[in-house]
Structure formats: C-alpha cells, structure tokens
C-alpha cells in the first residue's frame, strides 16, 4: 500500500495530513507557513521524504458553496499542476467546501484559544480532507 499526502491549500498556509500505509486512517502533520512557491514545495517534499512511500497526492478545492469555481480554485489547481510536475504524483481534488469551517467548530468545541487554533485549523482541514478521500478509495 501507498501513503496519501493531504494538503488544504490557503493564502497564508498550507495544512498538511499524512495517511498511515494502509490508507485507513489521516493523521495531522503540521501547517507550512506559506513564503514562495520554491520554497513551499521543498517543504512538501521534504514531508514526502521524511515519511516515504507516498503515492498520491490529495488536494482541497475550495469550490464556493454552490458548487461553482471561483478565483481560489483556480489558485488552487494552478498549485496542483506545480505538485504534479514537482513530484511525478498524481493530484486528487476533493470538495473541501466544509472542512475548514469543521475544523474550527471542532478546535473551539476543544477550548483551544483563537492564537492556537490559526494553524491547527488547517492542519485539521487536511486531515478531514484526508479521511473524506480515504472513505472514498476504501469502499
């Protein structure tokens, strides 16, 4: 079995959420503070590196909320292509309409304060992004 790589995609950060090998379960790993795209994608592949044996790569498409593509899906594919070309991998998009919203609700369901949640929520969102491709792949 291959891992999958999760990443929630935003303006200022990229959450990232990692598969275990048997592609059952997403686990959070971190948030990338997002600087050039160089610079981001050697993060990535240093993320790849550090676990191994990543086979695809699951992306979030911030669709607007009736389904249609906006600017942020073009930004968003636009960052897939650079990831596909960067590692050879194939990109998988998955609706993330309601995943960061989720991940807050839960964060402050936890009592976690607004400064600790910044970066947790995107963590979070991959995660859910993760485990939402995971329960597709595994029927």
Same mark, same amino acid.
């Given at each position: 079995?291959?891992?999958?790589l999760?990443l929630?995609?935003?303006?200022k950060?990229?959450g990232?959420?990692?598969?275990?090998e048997?592609?059952?379960?997403?686990?959070?790993?971190s948030?990338?503070?997002?600087t050039t @795209?160089?610079?981001d994608l050697?993060?990535?592949?240093?993320?790849?590196?550090?676990?191994?044996?990543?086979?695809?790569i699951v992306?979030?498409?911030?669709?607007n909320?009736?389904?249609?593509?906006?600017?942020?899906v073009?930004?968003t594919?636009?960052?897939?292509?650079? @990831?596909?070309?960067?590692?050879? @991998?194939p990109?998988?998009e998955?609706?993330?309409?309601?995943?960061?919203?989720?991940?807050?609700?839960?964060l402050i369901?936890?009592?976690m304060?607004r400064?600790?949640r910044?970066?947790?929520?995107?963590?979070?969102?991959?995660?859910?992004?993760l485990?939402?491709?995971?329960?597709?792949?595994?029927?």
């Amino acid at each position: 079995m291959m891992r999958a790589l999760a990443l929630d995609y935003g303006d200022k950060r990229i959450g990232v959420a990692i598969s275990d090998e048997m592609g059952w379960t997403a686990q959070g790993v971190s948030y990338i503070k997002r600087t050039t @795209l160089a610079q981001d994608l050697t993060v990535i592949e240093n993320v790849i590196s550090e676990y191994g044996n990543v086979g695809t790569i699951v992306i979030g498409m911030p669709f607007n909320m009736d389904g249609s593509e906006g600017e942020r899906v073009l930004k968003t594919r636009e960052f897939a292509k650079e @990831l596909e070309q960067r590692f050879q @991998l194939p990109v998988v998009e998955i609706d993330e309409r309601w995943s960061s919203m989720e991940a807050e609700k839960i964060l402050i369901n936890a009592d976690m304060s607004r400064q600790k949640r910044k970066g947790k929520v995107d963590q979070l969102a991959a995660t859910l992004i993760l485990q939402t491709y995971l329960g597709q792949t595994n029927r």
